[in-house]
């Protein structure tokens, strides 16, 4: 796999100054994501995974700053690249798709203008050849008549639609990797599952490489090959989605899989794990988890590296689960 | 689009009515206007064949009902100074305090506008305070204190601008104008500079928060991520949106600029409508003031009108009311 990986994340920190001190949303993330690999990150509300997402994008809104680490993208570090070399990047070779497709549309310009500037951005080409292109894109994300569509305004497209048309936005140029911040959250779940199904095709007809961001790890397991499960900024667990979801070796995975509504009995109440995340200015020492850890020890007081458990997995804990499996 | 004109000319309508019978029965409270316009040592009999002459002998009701009668046929009545309609001498006057308030206008948002943004794009920069610093005191340097300084720097002590008047004025596209000679043009900078110089700061401090507003917004972001350049986004995803409030509020504005540049030119003996305004309140010169009140009324509900159309065109999300979908 690393011969062929197409993004490489290195010790990532991404911090966000405040009066009390930095709040750090990325704390030194590691990840690797290979060509046409899809790779989803699950955590809680607040865990860091959208600026994870933003910061890999270069759009991590000020006051907030990449502080340390490197992002590799096909062999260029792009920390270091300058706001005009960002923008040969972003749309053409990796894309962003937004979690509330209401918003992700600029309200006053139609439909077709806001896709086509997508193609124009990157490639001298007509706005006729431009528009074929749009409206093949539009056909491939199911949208009929498209033809009267690109003349729409967003306001009247409803919100599965919407986010079909930043979906295909997004793969207009073909990039090579495109992170989906939560992209399905705000639909409701018959177009969700559609959309979901949709993208993984269009993905796979493209060799398009997916970071498929999540707070619900139904949804992750559907699409991810492997998956990478985020607490307090850091990564806790990775490993392929399938040994992930079945033997979990952090706790907080764990927990995690056991609030699912469709791990629960029928008439029991639902799990969840107590407690709430710790504040990312001010986190414990040592593991973030413990103080909601049900197998915390004194040793939690030391931080634990992300440590290889085998080939594909790692694990954040100094006492993880399922160590026989 | 044409119900909606129509439903709210028929509002108008109304509006002018109701108007003309405040302004006409508060007007006949103030002071006796025969006083001003015969010598006081003048025979009574005199008098009252001023007063009779005037139809100022007669109750008031019957004053309105000739006032009302004589406007439906397009004539507010006599001017009782200069002895010639009171629209006559309006329309006389109207084109300068035109050309002052479009030169205002045209000053207030090439200047306001570029600043604004320019100051809302890097809110935090040196640039933005010192714009925003200079915005206050636009706001709050009274106007004729201002016009009064300009006149002492500008004319009397650099001699670069005439003190007063309108200048040579120049015949284009059949409109008689001082803005197509260069004396002309020197005559109007001053006067439309003061008058323009609190809409420089109120453009400028809109523009700054609807750029705020607007660059926070989740397209803003979505755009960044197709890789567009920042002067693309500016021009085609920011300036749409924050021109839907800046256009509502400049609009507006342009009808006070017609209707009270009257300090204005005052300072600058300017003969627009607020000279002509300002020495008919002085000599009790009620049928000027009347129809002056009632034109500014008529110019308001216009340009509220035209506001209101510009909006709908601006922003596809707005529909006029009376339209059929």
């Given at each position: 796999?690393?011969?062929?990986?197409?993004?490489?994340?290195?010790?990532?920190?991404?911090?966000?100054?405040?009066?009390?001190?930095?709040?750090?949303?990325?704390?030194?993330?590691?990840?690797?994501?290979?060509?046409?690999?899809?790779?989803?990150?699950?955590?809680?509300?607040?865990?860091?995974?959208?600026?994870?997402?933003?910061?890999?994008?270069?759009?991590?809104?000020?006051?907030?700053?990449?502080?340390?680490?490197?992002?590799?993208?096909?062999?260029?570090?792009?920390?270091?690249?300058?706001?005009?070399?960002?923008?040969?990047?972003?749309?053409?070779?990796?894309?962003?798709?937004?979690?509330?497709?209401?918003?992700?549309?600029?309200?006053?310009?139609?439909?077709?203008?806001?896709?086509?500037?997508?193609?124009?951005?990157?490639?001298?080409?007509?706005?006729?050849?431009?528009?074929?292109?749009?409206?093949?894109?539009?056909?491939?994300?199911?949208?009929?008549?498209?033809?009267?569509?690109?003349?729409?305004?967003?306001?009247?497209?409803?919100?599965?639609?919407?986010?079909?048309?930043?979906?295909?936005?997004?793969?207009?140029?073909?990039?090579?990797?495109?992170?989906?911040?939560?992209?399905?959250?705000?639909?409701?779940?018959?177009?969700?599952?559609?959309?979901?199904?949709?993208?993984?095709?269009?993905?796979?007809?493209?060799?398009?490489?997916?970071?498929?961001?999540?707070?619900?790890?139904?949804?992750?397991?559907?699409?991810?090959?492997?998956?990478?499960?985020?607490?307090?900024?850091?990564?806790?667990?990775?490993?392929?989605?399938?040994?992930?979801?079945?033997?979990?070796?952090?706790?907080?995975?764990?927990?995690?899989?056991?609030?699912?509504?469709?791990?629960?009995?029928?008439?029991?109440?639902?799990?969840?794990?107590?407690?709430?995340?710790?504040?990312?200015?001010?986190?414990?020492?040592?593991?973030?988890?413990?103080?909601?850890?049900?197998?915390?020890?004194?040793?939690?007081?030391?931080?634990?590296?992300?440590?290889?458990?085998?080939?594909?997995?790692?694990?954040?804990?100094?006492?993880?689960?399922?160590?026989?499996? | 689009?044409?119900?909606?004109?129509?439903?709210?000319?028929?509002?108008?309508?109304?509006?002018l009515?109701?108007?003309s019978?405040?302004v006409?029965?508060?007007?006949?409270?103030?002071?006796?206007?025969?006083?001003?316009?015969?010598?006081?040592?003048?025979?009574?009999?005199?008098?009252?064949?001023?007063?009779?002459?005037?139809?100022?002998?007669?109750?008031?009701?019957?004053?309105?009902?000739?006032f009302?009668?004589g406007a439906?046929?397009g004539d507010l009545g006599n001017s009782f100074v200069f002895g010639r309609p009171a629209l006559t001498l309006m329309a006389e006057r109207f084109p300068a305090t035109l050309e002052l308030a479009?030169?205002?206008?045209?000053?207030?948002?090439?200047?306001?506008?570029?600043?604004?943004?320019?100051?809302?794009?890097?809110?935090?920069?040196?640039?933005?305070?010192?714009?925003?610093?200079?915005?206050?005191?636009?706001?709050?340097?009274?106007?004729?204190?201002?016009?009064?300084?300009?006149?002492?720097?500008?004319?009397?002590?650099?001699?670069?601008?005439?003190?007063?008047?309108?200048?040579?004025?120049?015949?284009?596209?059949?409109?008689e104008?001082?803005?197509?000679?260069?004396?002309?043009?020197?005559?109007?900078?001053?006067?439309?500079?003061?008058?323009?110089?609190?809409?420089?700061?109120?453009?400028?401090?809109?523009?700054?928060?609807?750029?705020?507003?607007?660059?926070?917004?989740?397209?803003?972001?979505?755009?960044?991520?197709?890789?567009?350049?920042?002067?693309?986004?500016?021009?085609?995803?920011?300036?749409?949106?924050?021109?839907?409030?800046?256009?509502?509020?400049?609009?507006?504005?342009?009808g006070?600029?017609i209707a009270f540049a009257t300090?204005?030119e005052?300072?600058?003996?300017w003969p627009g409508l607020g000279k002509l305004v300002i020495d008919a309140i002085?000599n009790?010169d009620r049928p000027i003031v009347v129809a002056y009140l009632l034109f500014v009324v008529a110019l308001f509900?216009v340009?509220?009108?035209?506001?209101?159309?510009?909006?709908?065109?601006?922003?596809?999300?707005?529909?006029?009311?009376?339209?059929?979908?």
């Amino acid at each position: 796999m690393t011969g062929n990986k197409l993004l490489s994340i290195q010790g990532l920190t991404t911090e966000f100054p405040t009066p009390q001190g930095p709040l750090v949303a990325v704390n030194g993330v590691d990840l690797e994501v290979a060509r046409g690999e899809v790779l989803g990150i699950v955590g809680e509300s607040g865990s860091g995974k959208t600026v994870l997402g933003l910061s890999a994008m270069g759009l991590v809104g000020l006051p907030g700053k990449v502080t340390a680490g490197r992002i590799l993208f096909d062999g260029q570090d792009l920390t270091r690249h300058t706001e005009a070399q960002w923008q040969a990047i972003r749309g053409k070779r990796i894309a962003m798709v937004f979690q509330d497709p209401t918003t992700s549309l600029n309200p006053v310009q139609r439909i077709g203008a806001q896709m086509i500037e997508a193609l124009q951005a990157h490639r001298d080409i007509s706005k006729d050849a431009a528009k074929r292109m749009v409206l093949e894109a539009m056909v491939r994300v199911g949208i009929n008549s498209p033809k009267e569509r690109l003349l729409a305004y967003p306001h009247q497209f409803s919100g599965g639609m919407r986010q079909r048309v930043v979906i295909a936005t997004a793969l207009l140029n073909e990039p090579d990797l495109i992170i989906a911040d939560e992209p399905t959250t705000a639909l409701d779940v018959t177009v969700q599952s559609q959309i979901l199904r949709d993208v993984r095709r269009l993905c796979q007809d493209t060799g398009t490489a997916i970071i498929w961001v999540s707070h619900d790890l139904g949804v992750v397991a559907q699409i991810a090959h492997r998956v990478a499960v985020m607490y307090a900024g850091r990564i806790v667990e990775q490993g392929m989605t399938n040994r992930l979801l079945k033997t979990p070796s952090h706790p907080y995975t764990a927990g995690l899989i056991a609030s699912m509504p469709a791990n629960a009995e029928r008439g029991e109440r639902l799990r969840s794990i107590p407690g709430g995340l710790p504040q990312l200015s001010n986190l414990p020492v040592g593991c973030a988890f413990a103080p909601r850890c049900p197998q915390a020890s004194a040793a939690c007081e030391v931080l634990p590296e992300l440590t290889s458990t085998s080939a594909e997995h790692a694990v954040r804990c100094v006492s993880p689960l399922n160590e026989a499996a | 689009m044409f119900a909606f004109v129509l439903r709210r000319g028929m509002q108008s309508v109304v509006v002018l009515f109701v108007m003309s019978l405040i302004v006409f029965s508060m007007i006949n409270l103030v002071g006796d206007p025969v006083d001003m316009l015969v010598n006081p040592e003048s025979l009574p009999d005199e008098i009252e064949r001023v007063r009779r002459d005037f139809g100022l002998d007669q109750p008031v009701y019957v004053q309105y009902w000739k006032f009302l009668t004589g406007a439906l046929s397009g004539d507010l009545g006599n001017s009782f100074v200069f002895g010639r309609p009171a629209l006559t001498l309006m329309a006389e006057r109207f084109p300068a305090t035109l050309e002052l308030a479009i030169c205002a206008l045209i000053i207030a948002v090439t200047i306001g506008l570029p600043l604004g943004v320019y100051a809302g794009l890097r809110p935090d920069g040196l640039g933005a305070r010192f714009i925003m610093g200079l915005s206050v005191l636009g706001i709050s340097i009274p106007t004729f204190w201002l016009g009064l300084m300009m006149i002492i720097v500008f004319s009397v002590i650099l001699g670069w601008l005439p003190v007063s008047g309108r200048g040579e004025t120049a015949v284009f596209l059949g409109i008689e104008s001082s803005m197509f000679t260069l004396d002309g043009l020197k005559h109007l900078a001053m006067p439309a500079t003061n008058l323009a110089l609190f809409k420089i700061a109120m453009v400028m401090r809109l523009a700054r928060a609807g750029t705020n507003e607007v660059m926070a917004q989740d397209f803003i972001r979505f755009a960044r991520a197709k890789g567009l350049s920042s002067r693309r986004i500016v021009r085609a995803h920011l300036m749409p949106n924050i021109l839907i409030p800046i256009v509502t509020v400049v609009g507006i504005e342009f009808g006070t600029l017609i209707a009270f540049a009257t300090v204005t030119e005052s300072i600058f003996a300017w003969p627009g409508l607020g000279k002509l305004v300002i020495d008919a309140i002085v000599n009790l010169d009620r049928p000027i003031v009347v129809a002056y009140l009632l034109f500014v009324v008529a110019l308001f509900l216009v340009l509220n009108l035209v506001v209101d159309i510009i909006y709908a065109v601006l922003d596809p999300r707005v529909r006029l009311q009376g339209d059929e979908e």
